[in-house]
């Protein structure tokens, strides 16, 4: 069973609007979830500049370290205020998506909230920046946040990828990983009576002509009958009403979006599957472009993935 009682938020002290926190503390508040507010950083000067004198750096370490959760007391407090659990924690970490997940690890939270914010493919392969090693790494769900506040009776969009008989799959766990939190947030908040849309997207026969032979319609739309049954047969058996799943054609990415925007979604829930590194740089990956092209928050599920980056 899929629960919420720990939330862990990661705060960018340097930007001057901090949406993640709210969100979390929204999370926090219908789950009556315990909630943690965590900065991860590093200053280079610290490292170069004084590069000698080993005992400066380990007080420079600390002070910035005290700095930053003086900081984020100051964000907690009215939170605080309003009667949710709420802690702080600071860490010098060179590597950020490492200390993260170092935190994740000793943590144990349930959920992972931080901001959203939009980079390209060469960024992505150029840095090392946290959304991105998080998506591939954390062991929990991500909550990516792209809106200030939360929308009254907006629905929830969970993206389904193809499933096979196979109840082993990585797909199908996934799958049924994702439903579980849609159905969670469902239960938790205000919108109850606003079920989720669930949506599959099946690939445009335009878009595999050129690696078809002739003759090959037919089997193709064989075939994407018997992957909607398999799906329906799916979420009637996670307890969801069938009618909810829709099926459209296209690119995944820009159908997933165009049905979220169209239906004013407040999130997309959508699961990462365990592509490499290079072949996600390389050939991009489904969840990144919908984390980078969603007007909505969007909600990572990760069932299996490791605490550790390879690496």
Known sequence: ???????????????????????????????????????????????????????IQARARQQYI???????EVLAAPYRDQGLKINTDAQWEKSVPQGVLNKIEAYQPDLVVLHNHHRGRLSRFLSNYTEWQLVKYSPVPLLLVRLETETPH??????????????????????KHSLAVAQLLASTTADAKHPAHLIHCHQSHESMAAFL??????????ARRTQEALLQKFVAEQGMDTALLHFVEGHPVKEIVR?????????????????????????????????????????????????????
């Open 66 to 72: 005290k700095r930053a959760r003086e900081k984020l």
């Open 213 to 222: 032979e002739i003759g090959t319609t037919d089997y193709l739309t064989k």
């Open 259 to 311: 049905y979220a925007d169209n239906h004013q979604a407040q999130m997309i829930i959508i699961g990462s599957s365990g592509k490499s590194l290079m072949e996600k740089v390389v050939l991009g990956s489904t969840v990144q472009e919908v984390i980078e092209h969603a007007s909505c928050d969007v909600l990572v599920t990760k069932p299996y993935a490791s605490y550790h980056m390879a690496g």
């Open 154 to 175: 907006a629905p929830t969009v969970v993206a389904l990828e193809a499933l096979t008989e196979d109840e082993t799959t990585e797909h199908y766990q996934i799958a």
């Open 1 to 55: 069973m899929i629960t919420i009682k720990r939330i862990l938020v990661l705060e960018d002290l340097e930007q001057s609007q901090h949406i993640a926190l709210h969100r979390a503390a929204q999370f926090a508040e219908q789950n009556k979830a315990e909630l943690e507010v965590f900065n991860c950083g590093y200053t280079p000067i610290i490292e170069t500049a004084i590069l000698f004198e080993k005992d």
